[in-house]
């Protein structure tokens, strides 16, 4: 980081008890950055040692979290000269909306208070299902700490960048689609603080050249943190779609993030229980070689009889049943599908195609187009 971006970072620190910055404050006196290392000097206007060590604190807390300095060392002595502020009382900043490059008509958060419930999976069949009905379609992974879009997509290449500094999207499948794993790689961690975090999300919205769509899909990480409130306080996003699985501990999880969308006037769409049983199906053959109807026994939990082909299909709910038709019910939305546990969908994610385009006619691609329809027509 050079001086100025350390201001910049700088700003975001309060001076105590007002709603102006630091620097505005005019207390950054001197900043010296020799290699790794970094020494600021203050003034500051005060005698109270505790205003002094808060913003001292303040200010070691925004650098280590950008995780660019390996020392940094802060002086500061009070400044006789500048008279102390007057008490004045604190207002809240008034929240400024990003301006987004491109025409965009409805925008969708896939959410979920719970990591592993699939949602990366299913906003990139739900998107691809939305550009399979003719729909202008853009998909962008808000998933910072763990981006999985360009696993499931099959996208190893990096976005270019216009000469004003504007990322353009990469395409696939006929979608535009935007990932921090683009930038910084599948395989390296992130280690960042809140700050960083929301001022990277507002860099997705107002620095990427979207262009004109019809639907921006928006993969978000788990949990109600820095990235639901920046995507819902600077957008106006059209509604959000709940992920769930089926058992009460994700539901407990999953209820926190639907309410914190209903706190910030933020709509839910409805809600998708994935991973929602298993189905087995197969056929028995008689030691003849013909077609044998028989009782199948299923891990003990349920029995079921073949057809006259030998053919039988039962279904076996690992995780309990009706989580989401449940929460679906208390938040008064639809269930817009309930998807089954599958290796088809396995193996399509692994492959970098997503299910509705590597088996379009099978019974899990249907419930996606289900799903795409019903979203359609609730914001039609």
């Known amino acids: 980081m050079n001086k ?16 102006r910055d630091i620097v505005s404050f005019g207390i950054i006196d001197k ?36 995780a660019q300095f390996n020392e940094i060392k802060i002086d500061s002595k009070s400044d006789d000269k500048k008279p102390e502020p007057k008490q004045q009382p604190v207002q809240a900043p008034v929240q400024q909306r990003v301006k987004l490059n491109g025409d965009i008509k409805h925008i969708i958060a896939v959410a979920s208070g719970k990591g592993g419930v699939g949602k990366s999976t299913v906003a990139a069949n739900l998107a691809t299902a939305l550009k399979q009905k003719g729909n202008k379609v853009g998909l962008l992974d808000l998933d910072i700490y763990g981006p999985s879009l360009p696993i499931i997509l099959g996208i190893h290449d990096m976005p270019h960048v216009t000469p004003d500094r504007k990322l353009i999207p990469l395409e696939q499948y006929g979608m535009k689609i935007m990932s921090f794993g683009f930038i910084s790689g599948n395989d390296a961690p992130v280690i960042w603080r809140g700050p960083m975090v929301a001022k990277m999300t507002e860099q997705f919205f107002s620095d990427v050249e979207w ?6 899909i928006c993969d978000l990480p788990p949990g109600t943190g820095d990235v639901q409130l920046t995507l819902t306080q600077q957008l106006d996003i059209s509604g959000a779609l709940i992920v769930t699985t089926p058992q009460d501990i994700a539901l407990a999880d999953v ?11 933020a709509p839910v769409l409805g809600v998708v229980e994935n991973m929602s049983g298993l189905i087995i199906e197969g056929k028995v053959i008689a030691s003849d070689g013909k077609p044998a109807q028989v009782k199948i026994d299923i891990m003990g939990k349920e029995t079921v009889d073949t057809d006259k082909d030998g053919k039988f299909s039962i279904r076996y709910d690992i995780f309990k049943r009706g989580g989401g038709e449940a929460e679906s019910k208390r938040l008064g939305v639809p269930l817009l599908g309930v ?42």
Request: proline share 5%; glycine share 4%; hydrophobic share 35%.
């Open 255 to 265: 209820r926190k993030g639907a309410d914190m969308f209903r706190k910030v006037n």
């Open 211 to 216: 262009g004109d769509l019809d639907y921006l």
């Open 31 to 66: 900043i010296e950055i020799v290699e790794k290392n970094i020494s600021i000097e203050l003034k500051i206007p005060t005698q109270n040692e505790d205003t002094k060590k808060e913003i001292i604190d303040s200010i070691r807390h925004n650098l280590e979290s950008v």
């Open 339 to 380: 998807i089954p546990i599958s290796g088809e969908i396995v193996d399509s994610t692994d492959s970098g195609e997503p299910i509705v385009l590597s088996n379009p006619k099978s019974p899990i691609s249907e419930i996606y187009n289900s799903m795409a329809e019903k979203v359609m027509e609730n914001l039609s």
């Open 4 to 19: 100025s971006e350390v201001l910049e970072l700088l700003k975001t620190i309060k001076y105590p008890g007002f709603s």
